[in-house]
């Protein structure tokens, strides 16, 4: 048996300080929402108007003030479902049902009544545009709202075929007519891509994940060093209340069909893989430490697959004793199994993640995040091709590289 391992361990740190209302603040694991607050009756600007952003996804508020102009800017909201209020000489005025997608700024123009009651509430009804008009950038936004009703893959990886102009490749998803190892992968701000080989290095499952953002076109500033797409994720984070779920998912063999052996003329050895047995389960929970000061987001997720591979011995049919061999009416060669045996190839994965986030003030916070998926894979090495010293070996055992990614 031969034994290969390797490890790395990538590490990347860039301190996250907000500063609400200025739009340089952005980042690429936040959204962020602008617009114009207008007299209803006259359709002047107003100035010096309060704007507070505040949702489930957002530790405490974001809050700013309209400027002489009568624009307002929230930056560094984490992607959800938002209420934007606006106060006003002694009145409220709130618009709510806002989304705030990962790396976009929503537009929310809100017109109130500068003349209305001291302590009166105004709802404003009607939902923010989804399109970013101060972004070139073109792509898909993947939520959790899609991968929780659409039959997906398990990871986040596996659902990027969603986004117009993808499809998938040898080594992953191809994006714009690039291959897959243009592409740059950026997991809560840090880049994960495998620095070696160009592919995806870190994968997590889809209940670890708040939102995945992939850009086929047009990057901004922030974006680099890609000639294909750019996959954006972000995942989730904890908040005043405990939430959390336990998910299990298995794929038993006997319910998928047996693959078909592809013909090779004069080949005497074929393979075929069948699945065994495919499954996982794993749980996520996040809640506070500090309530309005500190949360924690942790999950683990196992998941181990196991294939059956028949290795198949033939022979050359030579019927009608003519010392030709037979061939079918595609012109290949006609065999018959004269032995076979079957190998078990087997991987193992351990998906973790753990993120703490932390507000000193609305204006000033930070998140710590460690997350990984170490495996091991014994697979089948075809014909003998695996030695080790000289010596055939049909199996073989690979340490994944993918340990850990830091991201503060």
Same mark, same amino acid.
């Given at each position: 048996?031969?034994?290969?391992?390797?490890?790395?361990?990538?590490?990347?740190?860039?301190?996250?300080?907000?500063?609400? $209302?200025?739009?340089?603040?952005?980042?690429?694991?936040?959204?962020?929402?602008?617009?114009?607050?207008?007299?209803?009756?006259?359709?002047?600007?107003?100035? %010096?108007?309060?704007?507070?952003?505040?949702?489930?996804?957002?530790? !405490?508020?974001?809050?700013? #003030?309209?400027?002489?102009? $009568?624009?307002?800017?929230?930056?560094?909201?984490?992607? &959800? #479902?938002?209420?934007?209020?606006?106060?006003?000489?002694?009145?409220?005025?709130?618009?709510?049902?806002?989304? #705030?997608?990962?790396?976009?700024? +929503?537009?929310?123009?809100?017109?109130?009544?500068?003349?209305?009651?001291?302590?009166?509430?105004?709802?404003?009804?009607?939902?923010?545009?989804?399109?970013?008009?101060?972004?070139?950038?073109?792509?898909?936004?993947?939520? *959790?709202?899609?991968?929780?009703?659409?039959?997906?893959?398990?990871?986040?990886?596996?659902?990027? $075929?969603?986004? %117009? !102009? @993808?499809?998938?490749?040898?080594? &992953?998803? @191809?994006? %714009?007519?690039?291959?897959?190892?243009?592409?740059?992968?950026?997991?809560?701000?840090?880049?994960?891509?495998?620095? $070696?080989?160009?592919?995806?290095?870190? /994968?997590?499952?889809?209940?670890? #994940?708040?939102?995945?953002?992939?850009?086929?076109?047009?990057?901004?500033?922030?974006?680099? *060093?890609?000639?294909?797409?750019?996959? /954006?994720?972000?995942?989730?984070?904890?908040?005043?209340?405990? =939430?959390?779920?336990?998910?299990?998912?298995?794929?038993? %063999?006997?319910?998928?069909?047996?693959?078909?052996?592809?013909?090779?003329?004069?080949?005497?050895?074929?393979?075929?893989?069948?699945?065994?047995?495919?499954?996982?389960? !794993?749980?996520?929970?996040?809640?506070?430490?500090?309530?309005?000061?500190?949360?924690?987001?942790?999950?683990?997720?196992?998941?181990? @697959?196991?294939?059956?591979?028949?290795?198949?011995?033939?022979?050359?049919?030579?019927?009608? &004793?003519?010392?030709?061999?037979?061939?079918?009416?595609?012109?290949?060669?006609?065999?018959?199994?004269? &032995? /076979? @045996?079957?190998?078990?190839?087997?991987?193992?994965?351990?998906?973790?993640?753990?993120?703490?986030?932390? +507000?000193?003030?609305?204006? =000033?916070?930070?998140?710590?995040?460690?997350?990984?998926?170490?495996?091991?894979?014994?697979?089948?090495?075809?014909? !003998? +091709?695996?030695?080790?010293?000289?010596?055939?070996? +049909?199996?073989?055992?690979?340490?994944?590289?993918?340990?850990?990614?830091?991201?503060?």
């Amino acid at each position: 048996m031969r034994f290969r391992t390797s490890a790395s361990i990538l590490a990347a740190a860039g301190l996250l300080l907000a500063a609400g $209302g200025v739009a340089s603040a952005q980042t690429s694991t936040t959204g962020a929402v602008r617009g114009l607050v207008k007299d209803q009756a006259s359709g002047e600007t107003v100035i %010096g108007a309060t704007v507070v952003a505040s949702g489930p996804a957002l530790q !405490g508020t974001q809050a700013t #003030i309209t400027d002489e102009s $009568g624009e307002y800017f929230v930056a560094n909201l984490p992607p &959800g #479902i938002y209420q934007v209020v606006v106060y006003y000489a002694d009145a409220q005025f709130s618009r709510t049902n806002v989304l #705030i997608q990962l790396g976009k700024v +929503a537009v929310v123009n809100i017109n109130i009544n500068t003349q209305a009651a001291a302590g009166e509430t105004i709802v404003i009804e009607g939902r923010a545009p989804l399109i970013d008009q101060q972004s070139t950038k073109t792509g898909s936004t993947i939520t *959790r709202d899609y991968t929780d009703n659409v039959p997906t893959g398990r990871t986040f990886g596996a659902v990027l $075929g969603a986004a %117009g !102009g @993808s499809q998938n490749d040898l080594y &992953g998803t @191809s994006v %714009g007519g690039s291959t897959s190892v243009e592409n740059t992968y950026i997991v809560e701000g840090v880049n994960t891509t495998d620095p $070696g080989l160009g592919l995806l290095s870190t /994968n997590l499952p889809n209940e670890f #994940i708040q939102e995945t953002e992939v850009i086929t076109g047009g990057y901004n500033a922030e974006y680099g *060093r890609s000639t294909g797409g750019v996959i /954006n994720v972000v995942t989730k984070s904890g908040s005043n209340e405990f =939430h959390g779920s336990v998910f299990g998912y298995w794929t038993p %063999g006997a319910l998928v069909a047996d693959e078909k052996v592809v013909p090779f003329a004069g080949s005497s050895v074929d393979r075929q893989s069948n699945l065994g047995n495919d499954f996982d389960l !794993g749980a996520e929970v996040g809640g506070p430490i500090v309530k309005d000061k500190l949360w924690f987001h942790v999950g683990v997720n196992p998941s181990f @697959s196991t294939t059956d591979v028949d290795r198949l011995i033939k022979t050359q049919v030579d019927d009608d &004793g003519d010392g030709v061999p037979d061939v079918d009416e595609n012109g290949f060669t006609i065999l018959k199994e004269v &032995g /076979n @045996s079957t190998l078990k190839e087997s991987s193992q994965t351990y998906f973790y993640s753990t993120k703490l986030t932390g +507000a000193v003030s609305p204006d =000033h916070q930070g998140s710590l995040a460690v997350m990984g998926s170490p495996g091991v894979t014994r697979d089948y090495c075809p014909f !003998g +091709a695996c030695t080790n010293n000289g010596t055939e070996s +049909a199996t073989r055992e690979v340490l994944s590289r993918n340990l850990m990614d830091v991201a503060v």
